[in-house]
């Protein structure tokens, strides 16, 4: 088995793992990600907008 694989497998373990016994934690870490991935959304929307006007 190659090193990348073996860190695949164990972050999947991890996420379970957290998911499982700390559900408020993960749940909070995903809103937090979503909401980064959503400002970043918003923000190349703003700069492209502005560059196009």
Known sequence: MTVKKTL???AWAFIIYFIAFRPQ???S???GLLG???ALGKG???FFS???T
């Open 25 to 27: 934690a993960a749940a």
């Open 36 to 38: 980064l991935i959503g």
């Open 29 to 31: 870490v995903a809103q």
């Open 44 to 46: 190349f929307g703003d």
């Open 50 to 52: 502005k560059l196009v």
């Open 8 to 10: 695949t497998y164990a």
